[in-house]
T-cell receptor, first 115, second 110 residues
Framework: DAGVIQSPRHEVTEMGQEVTLRCKPI?????LFWYRQTMMRGLELLIY????????DSGMPEDRFSAKMPNASFSTLKIQPSEPRDSAVYFC?????????????FGPGTRLLVL | GDSVTQMEGPVTLSEEAFLTINCTYT??????LFWYVQYPGEGLQLLLK?????DKGSNKGFEATYRKETTSFHLEKGSVQVSDSAVYFC?????????FGKGTRLHILP
């Protein structure tokens, strides 16, 4: 079975450009999570969706970040405009249900470098 | 609020040594507890979990016991291998999300 799929795996862009990260969750999972990982701040939850609806976006750092989930099999995280401090690894994860007792399944991540 | 505290790394051990990575949590009620592992260049993956007090989770030779009285979920392995080198995250599940610790990097020397 395919796991969580993320694209691109690596992204290098210049400050001020728009960046779009993509995620395809595991089929049948109805919760989707976006995380950011850096050496300084560790793993941070940015936003999560249940049944395609954003539930908690309190972790989104600022208005430059936005996320959408137009259907059960696709989500995007967009940064516009990007800044060097956005450089990080961004992970998408999905879970079978909304319960915190469920395992989350992580994608391989997108390594973003903003110059 | 709910939180997880785990020992800071890096932890460096020789192959076949005994491993303990400490983890304590702060939470009301009975959250689920998890250990996730992240190998270089990969996403996190579940290593083991426990859903109630005194449960023991185990996988790949790793074990952790849910201790309500000490609010702990320490990770142990009797004999580590070079292939166990990774970052280990302790986590608790509350309501509809998982709260992760900061991670402990483990280096195993041959």
């Amino acid at each position: 079975d395919a796991g969580v799929i993320q694209s691109p795996r690596h992204e290098v862009t210049e400050m001020g450009q728009e960046v779009t990260l993509r995620c395809k969750p595991i089929s049948g999972h109805n919760s989707l999570f976006w995380y950011r990982q850096t050496m300084m701040r560790g793993l941070e939850l940015l936003i999560y969706f249940n049944n395609n609806v954003p539930i908690d976006d309190s972790g989104m750092p600022e208005d430059r970040f936005s996320a959408k989930m137009p259907n059960a099999s696709f989500s995007t995280l967009k940064i516009q405009p990007s800044e060097p401090r956005d450089s990080a690894v961004y992970f998408c994860a999905s879970s079978p249900s909304r319960s915190g007792q469920e395992t989350q399944y992580f994608g391989p991540g997108t390594r973003l470098l903003v110059l | 609020g709910d939180s997880v505290t785990q020992m800071e790394g890096p932890v460096t051990l020789s192959e076949e040594a005994f491993l303990t990575i400490n983890c304590t949590y702060t939470a009301t009620g009975y959250p689920s507890l998890f250990w996730y592992v992240q190998y270089p260049g990969e996403g996190l993956q579940l290593l083991l979990k426990a859903t109630k007090a005194d449960d023991k989770g185990s996988n790949k030779g790793f074990e952790a016991t849910y201790r309500k009285e000490t609010t702990s979920f320490h990770l142990e392995k009797g004999s580590v291998q070079v292939s166990d080198s990774a970052v280990y995250f302790c986590a608790l599940g509350r309501d509809d999300k998982i709260i992760f610790g900061k991670g402990t990097r483990l280096h195993i020397l041959p």
